[in-house]
């Protein structure tokens, strides 16, 4: 999982030094969304873009980055393409078959200084009535250190390179936003994050502030619960109806066999 995590981090990070080296205007977003089927499976796509500047200020960004780890852990990797605006964009996607496994890998695409920690998902209940219940922190609470690993950190001059940022009037929340999106089963019951029909959304804090993630949702599969109902009752009408039948069979054959008989004189 460090791995991973090493691998996911040099990828915002050469946008920030590119940021810090170059102009302050510079930008990279960064999109990690969680989708939830009813069944717990799912889904987490992570989409990183780096704006023009970025790229005309780092032209061999694309050539830089290196997907080896994050293939080897199951991410299926969208190869670096242009945006319409000349920027540069990048998406890893993962499936999950349970709640437990996204819990898994949200907290692969973090370390120690953030910006997930604590992550879990569970679901709980039957399949036509259950409740899921994502918890975690979002936070970065180490500076540069939650955008590089310790070996990217010494090769840069780690404390040094955070005073270039420093002096260069840098605001990393402004040039570079995290948003976490989750889109979960049934209906919205609780939530800390911004609720727009099932789908939660939160802005990762740079702050080093923590924003809790803490969502309940609860799905009531009402067709499935309904189908079921239905094929109950289909089966006690049919099994009535060949009971029915029966009787009526039992009947015309004994009749039958009634007429068929010869008066005895």
Excluded at 10 to 16: E, P, Q, S
Excluded at 61 to 72: C, H, P, W
Excluded at 242 to 247: F, H, K, N, P, S
Aim: contains cysteine; aromatic residues 6%.
């Amino acid at each position: 999982m460090q791995r991973v995590h090493r691998h996911l981090l040099k990828i915002k990070n050469f946008g920030l030094i590119a940021v810090a080296t170059f102009l302050c205007s510079c930008q990279v977003n960064a999109v990690v969304t969680l989708d939830v089927a009813q069944s717990g499976a799912g889904l987490v796509t992570v989409n990183l873009i780096a704006d023009s500047e970025v790229v005309a200020a780092a032209p061999n960004l694309a050539d830089d980055l290196r997907f080896d780890d994050a293939t080897a852990a199951g991410w299926v990797i969208a190869r670096p393409n242009k945006t319409a605006d000349g920027g540069l964009q990048v998406s890893l996607k993962h499936t999950f078959d349970n709640a437990e496994q996204a819990g898994v890998l949200l907290n692969q695409l973090s370390g120690e200084f953030g910006p997930f920690k604590q992550m879990s998902l569970s679901r709980t209940g039957k399949d036509t009535d259950s409740t899921f219940k994502l918890d975690g922190i979002l936070q970065v609470d180490g500076g540069l250190n939650a955008f590089a690993d310790s070996q990217m950190l010494k090769t840069i001059g780690g404390a040094p390179f955070a005073d270039n940022v420093q002096q260069a009037g840098l605001d990393l929340g402004k040039a570079m936003t995290i948003d976490f999106v989750a889109t979960l089963p049934g209906v919205i019951e609780r939530t800390t994050g911004i609720d727009t029909a099932n789908t939660v959304t939160w802005r990762v804090p740079l702050d080093g502030s923590e924003q809790s993630v803490l969502t309940t949702s609860r799905n009531t599969a009402v067709r499935a619960t309904v189908a079921r109902l239905v094929a109950g009752l289909f089966k006690y009408l049919l099994f009535a109806w060949l009971a029915l039948m029966a009787v009526v069979v039992a009947r015309v054959i004994y009749r039958r066999r009634g007429a068929s008989r010869t008066p005895s004189e």
